[in-house]
């Protein structure tokens, strides 16, 4: 049986970065990966793998009997994958109504945690969702979040547990037990080379200094802007007035984000802030 990395993130943090880098590092083809054939990568939410696998459609069932069936679902998964999966998941870590892993330990190899600013989050999570700022932060504070309930409609994925920022991280980091290695967004914007060389030697991937700064190359921001400014990405949100790659430039909250937002992100988060160096020890941004 092949077993999982899940490359774990809070939205709007760089997941859909680092599935393109190991999409192209993978792959190691002569032309850029088609951001719309991420096939090394499939996200674990999609309601089309649950229904696959289990063979009655999620629609027809309560949340609660989704989440005890979605650890089954993953074992398939990797039970019928030949390689390592390097599979997408927002989901806050957590357990079922009856006590087990949502994602379990025993068909997991380890979990890449990609941790942004969550003041960049904000603003990122504002335009993607095409709601306000202030909507934006009132979610990320909100330790109950949840999204995709029955009977809502979110492009065709699961229910999935936010909560808040710092639930969310804590939740990967600390309670999950999973060996987890930590990429900070802003380290791998600031070099892309060496953040994604510790990405490759976690997953256990053969590696090739070569083929890392081939894939850093072929994912870089500018050339997966012009591929969604030619074909689209069919992972934007179609409420969305925006691009899906607008910016992706660390302290650029600094520039859209009012000053009382921020300041209420920082009292809401502010330990986990600082412990991953957002916030100096006076509570100011870094």
Known sequence: MSKIVWLASYPKSGNTWIRILL??????CDNPADINNLDSAPIASMRFWFDEWVGIEASALDDALIERLRPGVYRCLAGDSPDTLHMKVHDAWGRSDRG???FPADVTAGVVYIIRNPLDIAVSWSHYYSISFERAVHDMCDPNLVVGRTGEKLMGQLRQKFRSWSCHVQSWVDESGLPCYVVRYEDLCSDPVAGFAGVVRFCGLAFNE?????AVAFSDFSELRSQELTKGFREHN???NTAFFRRGRPGSWQD???VDLANKLIRCHEQTMRRFGYID??????
């Open 23 to 28: 999409s192209n590092y993978i792959k190691d």
């Open 100 to 102: 087990e892993a949502l």
């Open 210 to 214: 070569d083929r890392v700064r081939k």
């Open 238 to 240: 179609f409420r969305s």
């Open 256 to 258: 859209e984000l009012p």
């Open 281 to 286: 020890g006076n509570g100011q941004p870094v």
